[in-house]
């Protein structure tokens, strides 16, 4: 059974960093990639970006470029999120999730992580 | 980047009825390159409709999916209460991928 595990709920203080973790199973790690979603309340997913677990290739969504890092590690079959300077804007629930293809559609989601940014 | 456009953005309807759920592409997307979602409150949007003719794992024949161009079509027949949530449409034949802002089914 595919599955995706993301790390628990997070609150942080206006230009902090926050770092997300998906832990993989029920599948070849480096098989697929793993993209990052962003989901703000009442609104629909916002694609984040992207990691290929084979080769560390990743392709992150413009307007976050310079802001967002995605990795992953073989070794422990975990992708990371990594979204610094946060603002309150940034407050949402984010997903990562797998697709077989760097544009492909989203198969296996994880819970979602929330976000919480407040002074 | 494509923007997704979906109507209605709430649908009322019982149970037993058909739902007609549309997806507007602001540029020509090739029918295998749209899917759907389903997301419950407090869930991941879940796969399941993808390409002209594929269904997710486990999504009943109620749900299918058409269209082409820049107008898609997810038809849900026969309501069961398990269906009443937020449906999205995705495309992934140019990058980004992009999402729609969902169409949320009730109960009438």
């Known amino acids: 059974e595919v599955k995706l595990v993301q790390s628990g709920a997070e609150v942080k203080k206006p230009g902090a960093s926050v770092k997300i973790s998906c832990k993989v199973s029920g599948y070849t790690f480096p098989d697929s990639y793993i993209h990052w979603l962003k989901q703000a309340p009442g609104k629909g997913p916002e694609w984040m970006g992207f990691v290929d677990p084979d080769d560390g290739e990743t392709k992150i969504a413009e307007k976050l470029q310079g802001r967002v890092t995605i990795t992953a590690d073989t070794s422990t079959d975990t992708a990371y999120l990594v979204l610094s300077s946060l603002t309150s804007d940034d407050s949402a629930v984010y997903y990562c999730a797998r697709g077989l293809e760097q544009l492909s559609r989203l198969d296996y989601w994880g819970q979602g992580t929330q976000v919480t940014v407040s002074s | 980047e494509i923007v997704l456009t979906q109507s209605p953005v709430t649908l009322s309807l019982s149970p037993g009825e058909t739902a007609t759920l549309s997806c507007r592409a602001s540029?020509?997307?090739?029918?295998?390159?749209i899917v759907w979602y389903q997301q419950k409150p407090g869930q991941a949007p879940r796969l399941l409709i993808y390409?002209?003719?594929g269904r997710a794992t486990g999504i009943p024949d109620r749900f299918s999916g058409s269209g082409s161009g820049t107008d898609f079509t997810l038809t849900i027949s026969r309501l069961e209460p398990e269906d009443f949530a937020v449906y999205y449409c995705q495309q992934f034949d140019t990058s980004p991928l992009t999402f729609g802002q969902g169409t949320r089914l009730e109960i009438k």
């Open positions: 540029e020509s997307v090739g029918n295998s390159f």
């Open positions: 390409g002209p003719f």
